[in-house]
Structures are given as C-alpha cells and as structure tokens.
C-alpha cells in the first residue's frame, strides 16, 4: 500500500530554535516530494524536489530528498511565530498525471 | 501573485441535494485535480482532469461525482446525490506541467451535508 508518514506528529518549540521535520514514503512510481505549509486552509507550496541529496533552499527553510533510504527532512531555522503551522509532506507517484498522496502533517507551535 | 480561487467558501446542503464546487485555476495552467480533507483526516486525492478529460480517478471519485470545465476558465466539480460522508474540504489544484510537480492550491470549499 502506497503511504506517506510524517513525524514528529507535533511539535512545541521556542523562537530562535531549529526544528527538523521528518517524512518517509512508500509508493510505486515515485515522480516527486513536495512540502506544503497549511495554515487556516489551503496548503501553500513550498518545495518540490525530485533528485536525491540536492537540497533546496528558501530563505530560513530547506529541504532534501533522500531516494536510496526514501525518506525527506524539512529544515526550519532561527523560527518565528509566523512559522506556527501545519507542514504536510506529499509524494507525486502513478500514471497519467502526478497524484499526490499526502502524510497526516507536522503540527508545529512556535512560542514567543 | 496568481492564484486559484474557489466558490463558495463553505456550503451547507442536505443530503441527497447535488452541489457544484467552483473553482478558477491560474490561468496558463493546464493541469487541474481536486482533494478532499474529512475533518482530521489527510487530504486525499479525488481526480485529475486534462485537456477537457479526466486522466485519473480515485475509488473515491465514483458515479455520484463528476467533473467539467464549461468555459475555458471555471473547473467544477459535481457530486449529484450529497451523501453525510461527504462532509470535508474540497480544495482544487492545478499545475502548468504534465507532471504535476508543483501543484497550487486554492483555499478549499467546506462542504457540510446534513
């Protein structure tokens, strides 16, 4: 069965600390990772990455793709209370177009 | 910045009524899907539609659901007999490529059937 598995499920941290956000997938016909950052509704893109320990940077964040042991981290440093959201980690696999199967997401509260 | 877009925000219909989710994809985009998040639950994928046809369906995506693009700019989706089970939010996505690599969602649509 294709899956998507997210940890931690949640996490509490300080401003100025530095998390790292873990998912690991098993599916068929691997195309691509993405991270989205969910916060009152729609999940906004943030990373998509398809070639292994390439990573991909945005400012504070950033991402690597791991295919061998299939697995990808989200890296958020020096975290700010705009930061306090739900990541969610989706793998783009199949046929004709690139589904995405998504983890159940991170939960991260960022405090003052 | 382009964004897509979806109507209404949140529709509440009794069950066995049909409901049509609206949603305007970014406009040089040419690949369209739709998901669905029950309550506590992970998104799921419902359909991916290209070129005016669908390219592929989920389990979910059954009899009771169809999708159309009437006029070159909305993307709708229908389901014709609401069901208590299909209470979630409904978000639609779309994408410049093939691939779907990078695939923009809109805000979503929560449906609740009662």
């Known amino acids: 069965e294709d899956k998507v598995v997210q940890s931690p499920l949640s996490l509490v941290v300080h401003e100025g600390d530095t998390v790292t956000l873990n998912c690991s997938y098993e599916?068929?016909?691997?195309?691509?990772l993405l991270w989205y950052k969910q916060e009152k509704k729609a999940p906004t893109f943030l990373f998509m990455l398809?070639?292994?320990?390439i990573e991909k940077k945005s400012g504070r964040l950033s991402s690597i793709l791991d295919k061998k042991e299939l697995f990808s981290i989200l890296n958020i440093t020096a975290t700010q209370t705009g930061d306090s959201a739900i990541y969610l980690c989706?793998?783009?696999?199949?046929?004709?177009?690139?589904?995405?199967?998504f983890g159940t997401g991170t939960l991260l509260a960022v405090q003052p | 910045e382009p964004e897509v877009t979806q109507t209404p925000s949140h529709q509440v219909t009794q069950m066995g009524q049909e409901v049509i989710l609206r949603c305007v994809p970014i406009?040089?985009?040419?690949?369209f899907y739709w998901y669905r998040q029950i309550l506590g639950q992970k998104v799921e994928f419902l359909v991916s539609?290209?070129?005016?046809?669908?390219?592929?369906k989920s389990e979910i995506f059954d009899d009771q659901f169809s999708v159309e693009r009437p006029d070159g700019s909305n993307f709708t989706l229908k389901i014709r007999s609401t069901k208590l089970e299909d209470s979630a939010m409904y978000f639609c996505?779309?994408?410049?490529?093939?691939?779907?690599?990078?695939?923009?969602f809109g805000p979503g649509t929560r449906l609740t059937v009662t």
């Open positions: 996505a779309s994408s410049p490529d093939r691939l779907g690599n990078e695939q923009y």
């Open positions: 599916v068929t016909n691997f195309r691509s």
């Open positions: 398809t070639s292994s320990g």
């Open positions: 989706a793998v783009g696999y199949g046929g004709a177009t690139n589904k995405l199967i």
């Open positions: 406009s040089n985009h040419l690949y």
């Open positions: 539609f290209y070129n005016n046809e669908i390219s592929e």
